[in-house]
């Protein structure tokens, strides 16, 4: 069964701009999370879907949105980019309780 | 308050070595789950360890969820196993919280 996959998986962006992350679950899997990762913060989670409807949300503002398709698949956008979104920008999908995580998307704001 | 903590955040270690990884968790967070990043970013599953006693190989991890910590042993440890080990569980909103991450070096 193939993993979890992210594209794109490096990103160079400049400030105000806005930008698109994707990402494919395990198939089978219909929850998918998003978490960003910073050297100052550590791992946060932003959001989670399930079955098209988001279902939790972390302590983001509201440049950071994001959805579900009906084949499971996710997409993440940040919107206004800043120098503090610089960051490797995680999806997981998970069955029950435990989470597998994709590569990762590394996105750099200038 | 912290609601997952790791110790120790650093650690150094020769080929051949073991280790024992903390976490440390309130409460509120429950369904742990351990992982390592490697150099590239992702993370890699280790165990999903709500309770008890897992054996991987090498690795191995324990649960005493009654106390709110967790253990993660690595024998014999290799340079492949360097890297940052994270523990992680669900807290009351139901988001999969992280620790800080034990930052661990093997050294041939």
């Known amino acids: 069964k193939a993993g979890v996959t992210q594209t794109p998986r490096y990103l160079i962006k400049t400030r105000g701009q806005q930008v698109t992350l994707s990402c494919s679950p395990i198939?089978?899997?219909?929850?998918v999370s998003w978490y960003q990762q910073t050297p100052g913060q550590g791992l946060q989670f932003l959001f989670e879907?399930?079955?098209?409807?988001?279902?939790n949300k972390g302590n983001f503002p509201g440049r950071f949105s994001g959805r579900q398709f009906s084949n499971s698949r996710s997409e993440m956008n940040v919107s206004t980019l800043e120098l503090g979104d610089s960051a490797l920008y995680l999806c997981?999908?998970?069955?029950?309780?435990?989470?597998?995580f994709g590569p990762g998307t590394r996105l750099t704001v200038l | 308050g912290i609601q997952v903590e790791q110790s120790p955040p650093d650690l150094i270690l020769q080929e051949g070595a073991n280790s024992t990884l903390r976490c440390n968790f309130s409460?509120?967070?429950?369904?742990l789950q351990w992982f390592h990043q490697n150099p590239w970013g992702q993370l890699i599953n280790l165990f999903y360890?709500?309770?008890g006693t897992k054996q991987n190989g090498r690795l191995s991890a324990t649960t005493v969820a009654t106390e709110r910590y967790s253990l993660l042993y690595i024998s014999s440890s290799q340079t492949t196993d360097s890297g940052v080990y994270f523990c992680?569980?669900?807290?009351?909103?139901?988001?999969?919280?992280f620790g800080g991450g034990t930052r661990l070096m093997v050294k041939p």
């Open positions: 997981a999908s998970r069955v029950y309780n435990e989470q597998f």
């Open positions: 198939s089978g899997h219909r929850s």
């Open positions: 879907y399930f079955s098209e409807t988001q279902r």
């Open positions: 409460d509120s967070v429950n369904n």
């Open positions: 360890i709500p309770s």
């Open positions: 992680a569980g669900y807290n009351a909103g139901n988001m999969l919280t």
